[in-house]
């Protein structure tokens, strides 16, 4: 069965190319002032659209600081790169803003892919499944180490897994994700959502602990029941600046109340 009984949340990719850090914040509190659930950031050193030498930030210093200019959303990365960061420091990292959050936040982590990040910051590159099985060595380290923190977390901190990778990244999901993030049109979701229930069962795992999440780019009226209908619960707008148009996300937010009643 696909869960559709999940409240619907709208979330905010709030990229930060292009933009001062003033209109940043500014923007992430006009989110929230709009309703959004929760507003992400990404963890790139570099633009990823636009002028590939434009203006950009670091996303966990970044994090830190929507810890204390926001005060209900919840916040994350979609989604931290694991090579950047030790495990242990990362679990570390993901405390702190936990608790200067309150409570509010969600620790996003993929494989990554971007190689000019990974050139230009003296990281070793590898392999995409190279950078899998990394991934897949860090998480139970991430998870260790927030067990053995002192103060512990506020709560247990929500993990999302960004990606799409059908043999490692959805098995990866089944074991370790309270959230999968993908993308793609409802075709490919419907796919993927078939082999993570199936990565599921394979390690004795109810499907539906497993919120899924997936980026979105056109009208919710057209786009939102057809991933409703295959289980979908958190749709995330992306925006990049200069300036940050909010108007594609005031539609989602608008049929999310609408959907919710």
């Known amino acids: 069965m696909t869960d559709t009984t999940r409240p619907i949340r709208i979330g905010l990719q709030l990229q930060p190319q292009h933009a001062d850090y003033r209109t940043i914040r500014e923007t992430a509190s006009a989110a929230e002032d709009l309703g959004v659930d929760i507003i992400f950031n990404w963890d790139h050193f570099y633009p990823l659209y636009g002028d590939p030498d434009g203006k950009h930030f670091e996303c966990w210093t ?30 570390d990292m993901a405390r702190t803003v936990d608790h200067i959050s309150d409570g509010r936040l969600i620790l996003g982590i993929g494989s990554g892919w971007f190689e000019k990040d990974y050139d230009e910051y003296g990281y070793e590159f590898g392999t995409a499944g190279g950078r899998l099985d990394d991934l897949a060595e860090a998480l139970p380290r991430i998870e260790s180490r927030l067990g053995k ?6 709560r247990k901190i929500p993990v999302l897994i960004g990606g799409g990778g059908e043999k490692k990244t959805l098995k990866l999901v089944a074991k370790h994700a309270d959230i999968w993030h993908g993308f793609g049109d409802p075709e ?9 229930k199936q990565h599921c069962a394979d390690v004795g795992r109810d499907a539906g602990e497993i919120e899924i999440s997936t980026g979105v780019q056109g009208e919710p009226d ?33 049929w999310r109340d609408a959907q919710n009643g």
């Open 62 to 91: 970044m994090l830190g600081a929507w810890a204390e200019s926001t005060s209900r959303v919840e916040i994350g990365a979609l989604v931290t790169c694991n090579s950047y960061r030790n495990p242990e420091l990362l679990a």
């Open 149 to 154: 923190l002192n103060p512990a977390p506020t």
């Open 188 to 196: 490919t979701v419907e796919r993927k959502v078939g082999i993570l």
């Open 222 to 254: 057209e786009l939102g029941p057809k991933l409703r209908g295959l289980g979908v619960s958190l749709f995330t707008v992306g925006v990049g600046g200069p300036d940050y148009d909010l108007g594609l996300l005031k539609k989602w937010i608008s």
